[in-house]
């Protein structure tokens, strides 16, 4: 069971880039998946979250607006498009999954999570 985060980069502000969250050895249609991340001497923290079908979908509010949270239940990947991107926005991206929905007021808590990706750094310049 393992999720892989990719698509991070180096990016200019107002720019845009897309990540992908894939998973090997179960399938992530039945899972409910969280994008959080890190920035340096920071907690993690929830940007986006999507249910298995994809039919509902929460944003941080930071980020509401800006970033796009989709997935591809064929390919087993769940994606965060982001654009106007900003500096602070820098921070090592992680995508999780659940096998049971969160409440609505606790999507963003880390500690529901058991299945982690290794994170992919977004680094935003100004």
């Known amino acids: 069971v393992q999720l892989q985060a990719s698509g991070g980069g180096l990016v200019q502000a107002g720019g845009s880039l897309r990540l992908s969250c894939a998973a090997s050895?179960?399938?992530?249609?039945?899972?409910?998946v969280t994008w959080f991340r890190q920035a340096p001497g920071k907690e993690r923290e929830g940007v986006s979250y999507i249910s298995t079908r994809g039919s509902t979908t929460y944003y941080a509010g930071s980020v509401k607006g800006r970033f796009t949270i989709s997935r591809d239940n064929a390919k087993n990947t769940v994606y965060l498009q982001m654009n106007s991107l900003k500096p602070e926005d820098t921070a090592v991206y992680f995508c999780?999954?659940?096998?049971?929905?969160?409440?609505?007021?606790?999507?963003?808590?880390?500690?529901?999570?058991?299945?982690w990706g290794h994170g992919t750094q977004v680094t935003v310049s100004s």
């Open positions: 999780a999954a659940k096998a049971s929905r969160p409440i609505v007021s606790a999507w963003m808590l880390p500690s529901l999570y058991y299945n």
């Open positions: 050895g179960f399938t992530l249609n039945n899972y409910y």
